[in-house]
């Protein structure tokens, strides 16, 4: 693979929080087209790479590239227009907004019906339509992990940051998420996630990065990196 491969490069990407490490100097590469998964224990930093890469957080040092241009510190709204989409560890839906509307109030630059038409096309993908009239305030906790998704892709990016998707639902929606996924793969889309749930990571990824302590400890295919000393010195 060439280096145009890369959709995703972040290297040696560093964060402290009032002098504490939260990134020590992180490097990793996410390829165009895979599913891209982070594993780590609560508090290795997953969320605040995230975060750097899209944009809300400057690092303290390192740098990131999106599709070969260097973003390093750029505003989330620029991360967004190359084509980086998100989700949140925790939903950041409008509550007073219904479904449709969550959808449609995200789509920048386009007329509202194109919007409409879009958000439509998503809800059916994502088989939720029949959530779309719901207020933000209603939805299920994993409604809202679908909404989430569908939210991010209004804004067609090539690549989507998921955090934590499958956290905290139950095993046949995470499944029916994985197949979503997989979907929007084939259709071009790279994914790059986090999660604890080891059963998706290991059967859907491509590769797999684990942090620990802010410092990645391993990489590689994930059955490899089951298996790694490292890794499960950093779980157990
Ligand atoms: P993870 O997502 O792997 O659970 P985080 O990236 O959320 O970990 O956090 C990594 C470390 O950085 C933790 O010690 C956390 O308390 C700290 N941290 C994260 N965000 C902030 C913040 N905004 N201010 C201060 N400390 C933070
Ligand atoms: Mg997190």
């Known amino acids: 693979m060439s280096a145009s491969d890369d959709i995703l490069v972040a290297e040696k990407v560093s964060k402290r929080f009032a002098g504490r490490v939260a ?89 509202d019906r194109a919007a409409v038409k879009r958000a439509r096309e998503l809800l059916e993908f994502l088989e939720i339509t029949a959530i779309a009239d719901k207020w933000g305030s209603e939805l299920s906790y994993g409604q809202r992990k679908l909404v ?8 067609q990016p090539v690549i989507m940051l998921l955090d934590e998707p499958f956290a905290g639902i139950n095993p046949r929606l995470q499944n029916r998420i994985v197949e979503h996924l997989r979907a929007l793969c084939a259709r071009g889309l790279t994914v790059f996630f986090i999660d604890h749930e080891m059963r998706i990571v290991l059967s859907e990824c491509d590769l797999v990065y684990v942090l620990a302590e802010g410092s990645v400890i391993a990489s590689g295919p994930p059955e490899r990196v089951r298996d790694d000393p490292r890794v499960l010195d950093a779980y157990f």
């Open 23 to 111: 990134l020590n100097e992180a490097s990793l590469t996410v390829k165009r087209g895979s599913i891209t998964g982070v594993i780590g224990p609560n508090g290795s930093g997953k969320s605040t790479l995230f975060n750097i890469i899209a944009g809300t957080l400057a690092p303290n040092g390192g740098r990131v590239w999106i599709r070969g241009q260097d973003v390093t510190g750029a505003s989330a709204a620029e991360i967004c227009r190359r084509g980086v989409g998100r989700t949140f560890q925790i939903s950041r839906l409008f509550a007073e907004m219904t479904v449709m509307e969550n959808l449609v109030a995200v789509a920048h630059g386009v007329d």
């Open 148 to 155: 989430e998704i569908a939210r991010a892709l209004m804004l």
